[in-house]
């Protein structure tokens, strides 16, 4: 079992700066695969980004791409989504997931997923 815990959410304008924290614990995370989803309002959860966990190769949305930064720190077994000049159609609950690194790009990929945190941002 992996635990998954988000936070860093919030109301932001838009222009701004948040970073998500993705916190997990149980088995060995080496071979997953931690991606970040979002998820608005009548629409589906989408890909929004994922990160090795054994490896620095990250891969993006192309709306997000030069805006948001994947990272992790091994040491506190976290995850990072830094989003950087933040767009009201960026507005979703933010999920982060472990999951099949072949299948990294899709929520039928995931086994594990955390509660969420919500990101507004207000033009």
């Known amino acids: 079992q992996v635990q998954l815990v988000e936070s860093g959410g919030g109301l932001v304008q838009a222009g701004g700066s948040l970073r998500l924290s993705c916190a997990a614990s149980?088995?060995?995370?080496?071979?997953?695969?931690m991606g970040w989803f979002r998820q608005a309002p009548g629409k589906e959860r989408e890909f929004v980004g994922v990160i090795g966990w054994s490896d620095d190769t990250t891969y993006y949305r192309d709306s997000v791409k030069g805006r948001f930064t994947i990272s992790r720190d091994n040491a506190k077994s976290t995850v990072y989504l830094q989003m950087n000049d933040l767009k009201p159609e960026d507005t979703a609950v933010y999920y982060c997931g472990a999951g099949d690194v072949d299948n990294w790009a899709s929520t039928e990929g995931y086994d594990y997923w955390g509660q969420g945190t919500q990101v507004t941002v207000h033009s």
């Open positions: 149980g088995r060995t995370l080496a071979s997953y695969a």
